[in-house]
């Protein structure tokens, strides 16, 4: 079961901790993050029709700047390093 719009509660809590991660370790390689910057890796189910369903939404909080917000039309399982570049390229 899915608590509210966000895709970690219930019992897939521990696979949503392993994307997240992974995601976090793709992001910091491909952005070239300093282990200062904090992230937040989060998936939204949207209903409104308006959005794509399913979002990827990555935070990035580098010291000194601006928060950086990164979105991806998918769940966190199908996010792959070439998404992520995209999505750090400005194409996302």
Same mark, same amino acid.
């Given at each position: ?34 282990? /200062?910057? #904090? $992230? %937040? ?8 029709? &308006?959005?794509? *369903? ?18 991806? /039309?998918? #769940? $966190? %399982? ?8 995209? &999505?750090?390229? *400005?194409?996302?």
């Amino acid at each position: 079961m899915r608590f509210g719009l966000f895709g970690k509660g219930g019992p897939d809590k521990a696979q949503a901790a392993e994307q997240s991660g992974r995601i976090k370790a793709l992001m910091r390689e491909i952005a070239g993050l300093p282990e /200062a910057a #904090a $992230m %937040a890796v989060n998936e939204i189910i949207c209903a409104d029709p &308006a959005c794509p *369903g399913t979002e990827t939404v990555i935070l990035v909080m580098n010291p000194g700047e601006k928060t950086r917000a990164f979105k991806l /039309a998918m #769940a $966190m %399982a199908e996010v792959t390093p070439e998404a992520l570049r995209e &999505a750090v390229s *400005g194409g996302a």
